[in-house]
Structure formats: C-alpha cells, structure tokens
C-alpha cells in the first residue's frame, strides 16, 4: 500500500509552512533601554574614562530610555550614583541610589549599606 502524501512530498510543504509563519513573528521587544551603559561601565573600570564622562554618558542613555518609554538596566542607577559620589555631588548620590532602589527593590540591602557608609554633607 502506498501512501498518499510520501515523505519527499511533505518536506517542501512543511519548509514553505514554516517560512511564511516566520515572517508574522513579530520580535521580542527589549525590557531596557541600555544604551551604552555597559560600554560605560567598562571604559570606567579600565580608567578609560573619568566620573565626570561617565555621568555625561548615563544621563544621555537615561534621556534616551524616558523618550523611548523603557526603563534603565538594573545597576545603572545605582553605578551612575557612585559618580556622582566621587564627585562630591551627594544630593544626587543620594537620589540616584533611591531610584535604583524604588525600581529594583531586591537592591535594597545593598543600596541600603552604600547609603549608610556614606557621610552627609
């Protein structure tokens, strides 16, 4: 008994199936906006860059996240804190911590302790 459909028959109708259902997949949009945070980072702990460049790059990407609807990485927040700490800028230390904070509450036994080492001005 022969089969109506073989299997040399139904391999093109599945592989045209599959290729016009791949194109109404619409792809994943992102949860954050990154930026250049992680080159930032990175440029930063290699002394590429100074506090004060990296303060610049973070606020633009954190511009560019409020224009594009997305919120910041986790981390950001808080790193673009520890700047503005070297610094001396402990009013915006202080604030960027607590929004670190507010969106990623799991951070708070850490930005907590950032929060009690450091001395008010």
């Given at each position: 008994m022969t089969h109506f459909f073989s299997m040399r028959g139904l391999l093109p109708i599945a592989g045209a199936a599959v290729t016009a259902l791949s194109g109404c997949v619409t792809p994943p949009q992102p949860l954050y906006h990154w930026g250049d945070f992680q080159a930032q980072q990175y440029a930063y702990f290699k002394s590429e860059i100074g506090p004060e460049e990296?303060?610049?790059?973070?606020?633009?990407?954190?511009?560019?996240?409020?224009?594009?609807?997305?919120?910041?990485?986790?981390?950001?927040?808080?790193?673009?804190?520890?700047?503005?700490?070297?610094?001396?800028?402990?009013?915006?230390?202080?604030?960027?911590?607590?929004?670190?904070?507010?969106?990623?509450?799991?951070?708070?036994?850490?930005?907590?302790?950032?929060?009690?080492?450091?001395?008010?001005?």
């Amino acid at each position: 008994m022969t089969h109506f459909f073989s299997m040399r028959g139904l391999l093109p109708i599945a592989g045209a199936a599959v290729t016009a259902l791949s194109g109404c997949v619409t792809p994943p949009q992102p949860l954050y906006h990154w930026g250049d945070f992680q080159a930032q980072q990175y440029a930063y702990f290699k002394s590429e860059i100074g506090p004060e460049e990296g303060i610049q790059r973070l606020e633009k990407v954190r511009e560019n996240a409020k224009a594009k609807g997305l919120p910041v990485p986790p981390g950001m927040q808080a790193h673009l804190g520890l700047l503005y700490g070297q610094t001396g800028r402990t009013d915006l230390f202080e604030q960027s911590l607590l929004a670190e904070k507010q969106q990623f509450p799991e951070s708070a036994a850490y930005v907590d302790f950032l929060l009690k080492k450091t001395p008010k001005q």
